[in-house]
């Protein structure tokens, strides 16, 4: 029962910085193209290297 004491806060602030961490990227454009990479695979120039 002890060691619920400090596993759940432990567990509150890895989510916490998850979250964190989630929304972050969401402010700063991470998923603002998500078709970009699968169209510069499939129509990429044959002279480019």
Do not use: H, T
Not at 2 to 10: G, R, V
Not at 19 to 35: H, I, K, M, N
């Amino acid at each position: 029962m002890e060691a619920l004491l400090l596993l759940i806060p432990i567990a509150l602030a890895l989510g916490a910085l998850g979250l964190a961490a989630f929304l972050w990227s969401v402010a700063s454009g991470q998923y603002e193209d998500l078709d970009g990479a699968a169209e510069r695979i499939l129509f990429q120039d044959p002279d480019e290297k």
